[in-house]
């Protein structure tokens, strides 16, 4: 993992399906600072890319990086604005 950022807060979402972990991240990305980075940590395969997707058609984040270690998924958004 080449984790060059500081993690403000970790939101673990592990057991959560589709939508939830989107929906807890964007819950959680709302009440952070611009700058901030949120860890989302996940077991449902299908964050990889609901994920990306989401940060993709969201103005005010930005999805740093996503990591796959064995059964968990890690996930790291910046507030941008």
């Known amino acids: 993992m080449s984790e060059a950022f500081d993690i403000t807060e970790t939101l673990d979402v592990k057991g959560a399906s589709c939508p939830m972990p989107v929906v807890k991240t964007k819950s959680a990305i709302d009440d952070l600072a611009e700058g901030e980075v949120l860890e989302v940590v996940a077991t449902d395969s299908g964050s990889m890319s609901d994920l ?4 993709a058609g969201t ?3 930005e999805l740093l990086e996503q990591v796959e270690d064995g059964d968990v998924y890690k996930h790291y958004v910046e507030k941008t604005a």
């Open 59 to 61: 103005d005010g984040v």
């Open 52 to 55: 990306k997707g989401w940060a």
